[in-house]
Structure formats: C-alpha cells, structure tokens
C-alpha cells in the first residue's frame, strides 16, 4: 500500500501562486507515476498533471504555461506550482500515484479557492 498526503491548498487572489505537496509512503517501490487530480464543485475530477518515475510530464490543457509539476525522490514528494492562478482552478486537487498491476493509491485532498 501506498499512502499519500497532501498539503498546501487555502485561498489565494487570482494571479497569485500556490504550491501544494504530496509526501509517499509505504511501498513506494511499486510507484511507476505520480500526478495531481482536481474536482471542482458539481464537476466530474479531472487530470491536471503527470510525473513518471523518469521525470516525463503531461498537462491538461487549461494549465499549461501556468502549473508546473515536479518530484523530489529524496523526500519522495511530488509538488505542484502553481501560478497566475484563475478562478476557474478552484477545486479540491488530489494526489494520485499509479501502482501499475496493483492498482491506485489517492490522497485525501486539498482544498484550492482563488477568490477576491
């Protein structure tokens, strides 16, 4: 099993700058990705950005040029920058990490609000 955590999410002024984390543990061995979720409010969650135990990243669309996703295997930790934020990126961002054969693992998440 693999437990994630994350933190850093709150409230923040559109184009102002969030960076949330995701500590791993457990059996992080079995890790082949990691990457962040969002779910906004009567919305189905969506993917926003992938890491690969490689360092390879996807985003989604909407964020690009403004997020950026990033790992520290040393404190086995994937962040999430994120900049010149919108009203439109409230959500509850969750960690995910891919187990591969065994499956999913996701945190509990975080709650993000750009409001002025």
């Known amino acids: 099993q693999v437990q994630l955590v994350e933190s850093g999410g709150g409230l923040v002024q559109p184009g102002g700058s969030l960076r949330l984390s995701c500590a791993a543990s457990?059996?992080?061995?079995?890790?082949?990705?990691m990457g962040w979720y969002r779910q906004a409010p009567g919305k189905q969650r969506e993917l926003v950005a992938t890491i690969t135990t490689s360092g390879s990243t996807n985003y989604v669309d909407s964020i690009k040029g403004r997020f950026s996703i990033s790992r520290d295997d040393a404190n086995e930790t994937v962040y999430l920058q994120m900049n010149s934020m919108k009203l439109e990126d409230t959500a509850v961002y969750y960690c995910?990490?891919?187990?591969?054969?065994?499956?999913?693992?996701w945190g509990q998440g975080t709650q993000v609000t750009v409001s002025s």
């Open positions: 995910h990490a891919n187990l591969g054969i065994r499956g999913f693992s």
């Open positions: 457990g059996s992080i061995q079995s890790i082949v990705g």
